[in-house]
């Protein structure tokens, strides 16, 4: 069995969870959400001795994707992720990053589309897709069956849910997208949510107050 391993990199004024996910025998992994402070992205990859092969986005928002463009040319990899429904946001990447004082965040469109599932590899990982809107209308939770793991980006949190505060969200949907689809991934199931600490299913099943109002 393929072994996962994540070291997670915090960027942005957000502390958003970037992560280098990867297959800890071949040494080869992705970077997920890299929103900014590349230049720290790229000092864990040289120190961790992983080749990244990819780069995967869970949505569109300007701490996840503000630094996708610049770390692609400085890596010479491909961006999959999210799906196509987030296109908006990554093209106002500047408009956001002059907002939230990340000058350098440069709009971004993916090599690739994710489309519920579709599945994507990461050296000899599997990761199989889930189109979860709500916080973000193209949101994606990229799950790795044989770790038991999924990478969560903003839908659901330690003890909480993603915010749906923006005019394009909506909590019905967002709570709609983690009944039908991330509970019943399995209470055994870890998680990397984007900001704060990594949790498990089962766990938020039991005390997560948003999750006992379903
Ligand atoms: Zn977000
Ligand atoms: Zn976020």
């Not at 004024?13 to 230049?39: H, R, T, W, Y």
């Not at 990554?90 to 489309?115: E, F, H, I, Q, T």
């Not at 939770?141 to 909480?160: H, I, P, W």
Request: glycine share 10%; with cysteine.
């Amino acid at each position: 069995m393929a072994k996962l391993k994540v070291l997670i990199i915090p960027v942005t004024p957000f502390q958003q969870n970037c992560s280098l996910v990867f297959d800890e025998e071949a040494k080869k992994g992705a970077i997920v959400d890299p929103g900014g402070d590349v230049s720290n992205i790229l000092k864990t990859i040289e120190q961790s001795n992983v080749k990244i092969e990819k780069i995967l986005l869970t949505h569109g928002h300007i701490d996840h994707a503000g630094g996708a463009a610049e770390l692609r040319e400085a890596l010479g990899v491909q961006i999959e992720g999210p799906h196509k429904d987030d296109l908006f946001l990554l093209n106002d990447l500047p408009k956001s990053g002059a907002k939230y004082g990340m000058a350098d965040s440069r709009s971004v469109v993916p090599d690739r589309w994710l489309n519920e599932g579709d599945e994507v590899t990461v050296a000899s990982l599997k990761f199989s897709i889930l189109h979860a809107p709500g916080h973000s209308p193209g949101s994606v939770v990229l799950f790795n069956d044989e770790n038991r793991f999924a990478l969560m980006g903003d839908v659901l949190f330690q003890g909480s849910v993603g915010r749906t505060d923006f005019p394009y969200g909506s909590h019905d949907t967002l709570m709609a997208s983690i009944k039908e689809k991330v509970l019943p991934l399995g209470d055994d199931v870890a998680f990397l949510p984007g900001h704060g600490r990594a949790s498990q299913i089962g766990i938020e099943r039991k005390t997560n107050p948003f999750i006992q109002r379903l």
